[in-house]
């Protein structure tokens, strides 16, 4: 059973530029979930994807947009950065099926500095 | 205000150690409850899940207890060892359509040898 998987590990972007992260969820879960970790801050929630369809966001800009495709992976985008979109970005699959704990699988994450 | 806080945000102990880490959370009616460790610059490892319904959940050194009414959740590790030393978070999911997690900002946790 393969984890969940972000690409890139590591990015350095300007002030104004615009980004995409990449996740690949666990194999078998079909929801896709996005973090935004600030240095020495709990994770906070950015929104969800569930079959290929925005599912809840929290407290982000528009800026913040998302995709899913049918292989259930997912793309984070950011436009226009500013300084404090730097932070560790955590991608979490899960497979909110009938029954099941809804226990969500982190990957890695996507450390992003923006200048 | 739904809000999950972890006070001390950092504990240093030494090795063998048996220790509590606490989670507290304002709105009782949660769904389940996540415990995470978190070491520097990584991602989540989950460590334990406990569903509203339960009280506690085991695996290995580790035990995390539930007490819904108080809004209160502990994680204990026995016997502690310098590679437990990391960032432990815990995290809540409210009933609803989505699979949100609300997170504390973790306990750093030190082990010393």
């Known amino acids: 059973e393969t984890g969940v998987t972000q690409s890139p590990t590591h990015l350095i972007k300007t002030r104004g530029q615009q980004v995409t992260l990449r996740c690949s969820s666990q194999?078998?879960?079909?929801?896709v979930s996005w973090y935004q970790q600030a240095l020495g801050q709990g994770p906070q929630f950015i929104f969800q994807?569930?079959?290929?369809?925005?599912?809840g966001r929290g407290n982000f800009p528009p800026r913040f947009s998302g995709l899913q495709f049918p292989n259930y992976s997912s793309e984070l985008n950011v436009n226009a950065l500013e300084r404090d979109d730097s932070a560790l970005y955590l991608c979490?699959?899960?497979?909110?099926?009938?029954?099941?704990?809804?226990?969500?699988?982190f990957g890695p994450g996507t450390r992003l500095t923006v200048l | 205000k739904q809000e999950v806080t972890q006070i001390p945000a950092a504990l240093s102990v030494p090795e063998g150690e048996n220790l509590v880490l606490n989670c507290s959370f304002t709105?009782?009616?949660?769904?389940?409850l996540q415990w995470f460790r978190q070491d520097p610059g990584k991602g989540l490892t989950s460590l334990l899940l406990?569903?509203?319904?339960?009280r506690e959940q085991t695996s290995g050194r580790l035990n995390a207890s539930l007490d819904k009414s108080s809004g209160r959740s502990t994680l204990y590790i026995a016997a502690s060892q310098p590679g437990d030393s990391a960032t432990y978070l815990c995290?809540?999911?409210?009933?609803?359509?989505?699979?949100?997690?609300?997170f504390g900002k973790g306990i750093t946790l030190s082990v010393r040898p």
């Open positions: 994807y569930y079959r290929e369809e925005e599912n």
């Open positions: 194999s078998g879960h079909n929801t």
């Open positions: 979490a699959s899960s497979q909110p099926a009938a029954g099941s704990l809804h226990e969500q699988f």
């Open positions: 995290a809540v999911r409210y009933p609803g359509a989505n699979s949100k997690l609300t």
């Open positions: 709105d009782s009616a949660i769904y389940n």
């Open positions: 406990i569903q509203s319904s339960q």
